[in-house]
């Protein structure tokens, strides 16, 4: 059986599921967040060892302005107060890119005399001395990966969930997790 070491998710459809209400699109990014927390308890409770979550992209800059200054303490507050923790480490994907990351780990890896390996550009990117994806979920619908993680995904089994990121439960998430288990993995090679 297949292990599950590395989680990562795009969570998108939080501005339709607002809108669908009537609401400010806004409020669709505040249930978002309730939403974080149930799966990511459950993701620690099922032994999941790391979560990557797409928060924003490094071309979500093209909406309106989201980072306010008491956001950014915040999350600085919670890295603080989890900094001693040792379950599940939750990523956030904020101002993330997967271009803008590659471009940036291969001028680091120019800065080594030789050649340019897998492991020195690895360790160069923002996922340094992370798993690479075992499961990549995508809820909101649209089957595209967004520009995230287009390295650590090379061999992550894809999801696509039509259901938007404040409806996606923990049964989808068991649903999903019980497919991957049992899909052979061959990496490439035969079995
Ligand atoms: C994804 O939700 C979260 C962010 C990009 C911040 P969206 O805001 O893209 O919601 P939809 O896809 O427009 O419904
Ligand atoms: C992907 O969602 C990014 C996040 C969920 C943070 P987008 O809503 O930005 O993606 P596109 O624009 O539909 O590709
Ligand atoms: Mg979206």
Redesign the pocket.
Known sequence: MNDLVHLAI????????A?RQGKE?SF??KE?AKKVREITKYAAKMGIKYLTL????TE?WN?PS?FSPSLQKEIAYAKEMTAHCTGLRQILAINYGAHDEILRAINKSLQVNGEITKEILESNLDTAGIPPVDVLIRT?G?CRLSNFLLWQAAYAELFFSKT??PDFSVGELETIVSEYLQTERRFGGIV
């Open positions: 795009i969570m998108d459809g939080n501005g339709r599921w809108k699109r669709g990014h978002g797409y928060a924003f992209s979500n909406r989201k909101g649209d938007l990121w």
